[in-house]
């Protein structure tokens, strides 16, 4: 296992050691999309976030166990499946596909179990029968169940909300409301009439209803660490900045209410990502979903640079501009690859490029364990792709370079910013090789202004050549 790792805790607002329960385990509950329509880039930000958090904690040993929700049934996707004439589940089914799609085209590795709202019911159903019997619930003469701000004193503590504005006794039924308006909030709602149109409408002791958004996240990750870890505290819960309140705040106050444990040791939010000027985004405004950036063609490594070159606490904005130097980026690190690879694999040797190699991999272990500073990362990946480039360019080259390939595609392998392998497809190759073939003719019969028309012909197709004692290798650009 590597140096420690620390990350900001929302909680004491502190940037403190990640010390798991029980480790090597590290149980990693991440807020889910809503699945009342397509993922905003925005909500994807938060997903790579916590995508990088979890790929490192495995480089550094720790065996993850990633929960992450799928909201399927609340105030949006009822409202959003009325609208679209259809029943809840019609509706939201296409949307947790296309999540899972957007997810793997953006490398995203997947969660280790996947949580849909409407298959926990039993569960969320004993966790409200549970926060009514400890006294820290009350049913409200509309119907609905409600969670007592009263009974829990330490309610705001995440949020850092002066509870002195708390009016207690007064109730708030929608899933989501301002920070000024702290009241006791809605844990399961009775049906109406919609949510029994859409079919989001379940039989429970307290009355026929369904269940509030805050309380879904509750009952699904205490119900998955009971089940994998016989635990009832989470050691990190991410999520978007915008959840602090009232979502993870009133998470804990269900959680605790119930278990009477900490729910989560640590607590840690993403900023928000800020569209602007770009034209891209063709559906809503600024609306941009990832399926927008792979319709058109954007290599997903490249919007990975883009999130990472600034620290998961700093708002981005994603700009045309942006994209187009992440791009640029990210084709860097790929010829480099490719330079690195094409070099034969000579013996480790106690030369520059191993130094440099180890400086890589601990400048990345450094950045990454202090609060993920993956700008600091990636600032190191390419301070290492320049100066190895300075070592590779020596008359006589190197040794060292399956050290140096070997540290840089871990490191790459952790961000996971290299560029997308294009394959050609077979009739392309063929013309490829046909024309390499009649290159080295022209070069054997010294006519070089054929070879070099044939060089030039290739590179208007975006083909890239390189002579090597073994013969003319080529790659798509
Ligand atoms: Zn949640």
């Not at 149980?27 to 880039?41: D, E, F, K, R, S």
């Not at 019609?90 to 969660?111: N, S, V, W």
């Not at 405004?285 to 990472?308: C, H, I, K, P």
């Not at 010294?446 to 975006?462: N, Q, V, W």
Request: charged share 25%; glycine share 6%; proline share 5%.
């Amino acid at each position: 296992m590597t140096a420690q790792l620390s990350l900001f805790n929302t909680l004491t607002r502190r940037v403190e050691p990640v010390v798991p329960l029980a480790p090597p385990r590290v149980t990693l509950y991440t807020c889910g999309p809503t699945v009342w329509n397509y993922a905003h880039i925005g909500n994807f930000r938060t997903f790579l976030f916590e995508d990088l958090l979890r790929r490192w904690l495995e480089a550094s040993g720790y065996d993850v166990f990633q929960i992450m929700n799928l909201t399927d049934v609340d105030d949006r996707t009822i409202r959003a499946a009325r609208e679209a004439g259809k029943k809840l589940t019609d509706h939201t089914a296409p949307f947790t596909q296309a999540f899972f799609e957007d997810r793997d085209y953006l490398r995203i590795k997947p969660a280790h179990v996947y949580t849909p709202a409407t298959a926990y019911m039993p569960q969320m159903i004993a966790l409200v029968s549970r926060l009514l019997e400890r006294g820290v619930a009350y049913k409200g003469e509309d119907g609905s169940v409600y969670f007592a701000l009263a009974k829990f004193p330490t309610y705001g503590r995440l949020s850092r909300l002066d509870t002195r504005e708390i009016k207690v006794g007064a109730r708030v039924a929608s899933d989501e409301y301002a920070k000024g308006d702290p009241s006791d909030f809605a844990l399961w709602k009775k049906a109406d009439a919609e949510d029994e149109s859409v079919g989001a409408a379940w039989d429970a002791p307290f009355g026929r209803g369904r269940p509030g958004w805050h309380l879904e996240c509750s009952a699904m990750s205490l119900a998955e660490i009971a089940k994998c870890c016989n635990v009832q505290t989470l050691d990190i819960h991410c999520g978007g900045i915008d959840l602090i309140f009232p979502h993870h705040e009133n998470e804990i106050a269900q959680s605790e209410g119930a278990t009477g444990q900490t729910f989560s040791r640590h607590w840690v939010h993403g900023e928000f990502l800020n569209v602007r000027g770009t034209k891209m985004s063709k559906r809503h405004g600024n609306f941009l979903t990832a399926r927008d950036l792979r319709e058109q063609g954007v290599d997903a490594a490249a919007v990975r640079l883009l999130f990472f070159q600034t620290h998961y606490r700093q708002p981005v904005d994603f700009t045309d501009e942006a994209l187009e130097a992440a791009k640029e980026g990210v084709r860097r690190l790929g010829e480099f690859h490719a330079r690195l690879s094409g070099n034969g694999k000579r013996e480790t040797g106690n030369d520059g490029l191993a130094e440099l190699s180890r400086k890589l991999e601990d400048d990345v272990a450094a950045a990454l364990n202090d609060d993920l500073n993956a700008p600091r990362a990636v600032a190191a990946v390419f301070d290492f792709v320049r100066a190895a480039n300075r070592e590779l360019d020596k008359p006589v080259p190197p040794p060292g370079t399956a050290r140096a390939l070997a540290a840089f595609e871990r490191v790459t392998g952790i961000l996971d910013v290299l560029p997308t392998a294009r394959a050609a497809d077979p009739a392309l190759a063929r013309w490829v090789e046909e024309r390499i073939a009649a290159r080295a003719q022209a070069r054997k019969s010294k006519d070089f202004k054929a070879a070099d028309a044939i060089r030039a012909e290739l590179a208007a197709k975006g083909i890239e050549i390189e002579d090597t004692p073994q013969g003319t290798k080529w790659r798509l650009r």
